[in-house]
Antibody, heavy 121, light 114 residues
Framework: QVQLEESGGGVVQPGRSLRLSCVAS????????MHWVRQAPGKGLEWVAF????????YYADSVRGRFTISRDNSKDTLYLRMNSPRPDDTAVYFC??????????????WGPGTLVTVSS | DIVMTQSPDSLAVSLGERATVDCKSS????????????LAWYQQKPGQPPKLLIY???AREFGVPDRFSGSGSGTDFTLTISSLQAEDVATYYC??????????FGQGTRVEIK
């Protein structure tokens, strides 16, 4: 079955960088676009970024555009999120999520357990 | 960007009673070319990732109990739990996937037992 496992979270100082990873298994990763979604403590879900199956199409939420970079390595079945210049309001659990189909207008049918990022000095 | 607004923010319902959560989008989520509304519902329990319940506004995901149902079209949607069970205590989110370049969630509705 589909498995998504995030890693790389922890405490990071404002202005430093951090890279999150999401290792996928149980489905043909290289044929699916993938998403990052985050959830600040006690708050709701916020979509962060999307990358197409081949990396040629990328979209970001306004709140992270220019600071975060989504990427993937299909040879390793791994999705990444590079957080540059994080701010305290980037503190959240970060989930990777798989869409049900490899089309842009698709809902999410599988999620990882999430990794907590705390931005604090 | 499409804005999703849920109501209420929280509700308390007695066991066995009906719970209703509303979701309103800032623009229509209906696609005339395929007669589909691009609206999903998720359930999230504390410490867990969201779980897909409903897609295309009213299609129930495999394995989801039939007490969960979705309805609505265009800009107004509803999630109904026909007979609330203890295990349904959770926060529920609607999500639009119409845009194709942004994917927006409602702010969430917490459902509790009265």
């Amino acid at each position: 079955q589909v498995q998504l496992e995030e890693s790389g979270g922890g405490v990071v100082q404002p202005g430093r960088s951090l890279r999150l990873s999401c290792v996928a298994s149980g489905f043909p990763f290289s044929t699916y676009g993938m998403h990052w979604v985050r959830q600040a403590p006690g708050k709701g879900l916020e979509w962060v970024a999307f990358i197409s199956f081949d990396g040629n199409n990328i979209y970001y939420a306004d709140s992270v555009r220019g600071r975060f970079t989504i990427s993937r390595d299909n040879s390793k079945d791994t999705l990444y999120l590079r957080m540059n210049s994080p701010r305290p309001d980037d503190t959240a659990v970060y989930f990777c999520a798989k869409p049900v189909a490899s089309v842009l207008s698709s809902y999410f049918d599988d999620w990882g357990p999430g990794t907590l990022v705390t931005v604090s000095s | 960007d499409i804005v999703m607004t849920q109501s209420p923010d929280s509700l308390a319902v007695s066991l066995g009673e009906r719970a209703t959560v509303d979701c309103k989008s800032s623009q229509s989520l209906f696609n005339r070319s395929n007669d589909n509304n691009y609206l999903a519902w998720y359930q999230q329990k504390p410490g867990q990732p969201p779980k897909l319940l409903i897609y295309w506004a009213s299609a129930r995901e495999f394995g989801v109990p039939d007490r969960f149902s979705g309805s609505g079209s265009g800009t107004d949607f509803t999630l109904t739990i026909s007979s609330l069970q203890a295990e349904d205590v959770a926060t529920y989110y609607c999500q639009q996937y119409y845009s194709g370049s942004t994917w927006t969630f409602g702010q969430g509705t917490r459902v509790e037992i009265k």
